[in-house]
């Protein structure tokens, strides 16, 4: 098979496509022939050898790459043979090696794909899927709200746009360029800004006409959490998940005190309990077209080019390996 090998830590470069044996399944597991691989945040962080993420450090040489899916060709010996020939998606949990035309997968954490999902959705709900309904459950987001999306174009952003309009809230969709700002429109945001050109919270203010949004959900943080923040009105609740931009938006406690803001702040421990139920959720809602999730796809060779694209904020929803 080929995949993708790591030997050092360092740049996109490190990257290499290689040609290696076929893995073989062990117990509790099962082999999947790689229609899509996903690629997250996380895996360019590691790939640079960054300390303290919700992952350890591996060991080098390895195989990136923790959500797959894709058609069960192999089962380890004590394994139901049910399983071969069935379409799956996996999170491989700490465990990498899901850049490659083959991976292996614990049986018990691979879910069936319905036949009208792709295999690059399956792997954009196996990841970034689960955290939206995490994230969306304690937002609690209502028809009535007036709800601010930052990176509104990206994997999750793309999610929450959908969902809030589903409900029938109204959407403030922040997007970094043009090109991301035009496909929060195509999402049905109401209204849809570039974050990072001046004065743009004059914009979404003369939009409202004088109302407050009453949520922001923001996983980009620096500046422009600091902004969504400034834009809620008394009563809002600002729904923080992570900081894209490389920095946590600093507010002390006496700012939301004095707005009248809650602060709700999301961490990947408090969805672990509840994994396979959320991978299971977010299924549901792309297999029934409730989400349709953004996907941009790159071939297995070039992950390199697409470690590249995440980190310059060149993408647009969830990033797919394709071998």
Not at 156 to 180: I, N, W
Request: proline letters at 6%.
């Amino acid at each position: 098979m080929h995949a993708i090998r790591q030997y050092e830590f360092g740049p996109p470069s490190t990257l290499r496509y290689e040609k290696l044996l076929d893995p073989n399944p062990g117990p509790g597991q099962l082999r999947v022939a790689v229609e899509a691989a996903g690629v997250h945040v996380i895996d360019t962080t590691i790939r640079r050898g960054v300390e303290g993420g919700p992952f350890p450090l591996p060991t080098l040489p390895m195989t990136p790459g923790r959500e797959v899916a894709g058609v069960v060709d192999e089962v380890g010996p004590d394994v139901d043979r049910d399983w071969l020939g069935r379409r799956v998606v996996a999170h491989l949990g700490q465990v990498s090696g899901g850049y490659a035309e083959l991976a292996l997968a614990e049986a018990a954490r691979a879910h069936d794909v319905s036949a009208a999902l792709s295999a690059a959705s399956a792997v954009a709900m196996i990841g970034t899927g689960r955290t939206a309904v995490g994230i969306l459950d304690v937002a609690g987001l209502s028809g009535d709200d007036i709800v601010v999306v930052t990176a509104a174009a990206g994997g999750l952003g793309s999610l929450f746009v959908q969902e809030a309009r589903a409900l029938g809230a109204t959407v403030v969709a922040l997007a970094g360029g043009p090109d991301k700002v035009e496909r929060a429109r195509a999402l049905d945001a109401q209204i849809a800004v570039d974050y990072r050109q001046p004065g743009w919270t004059d914009l979404v203010r003369d939009a409202l006409v004088g109302r407050c949004p009453t949520v922001a959900l923001d996983g980009v943080g620096g500046a422009a959490g600091r902004d969504a923040f400034e834009l809620l009105g008394p009563g809002g609740r600002l729904v923080r998940f992570g900081w894209s931009s490389g920095a946590a938006t600093e507010i002390g406690p006496d700012e939301f005190a004095a707005r009248g803001v809650t602060d709700r702040a999301i961490t990947g421990a408090q969805l672990i309990p509840r994994l396979a139920e959320l991978e299971a959720a977010a299924l549901d809602r792309a297999g029934s077209g409730a989400w349709q999730p953004l996907v941009q796809k790159f071939s297995l060779g070039a992950a390199s080019d697409a470690h590249h694209a995440i980190e310059t904020r060149a993408t647009m929803g969830k990033v797919v390996l394709v071998p």
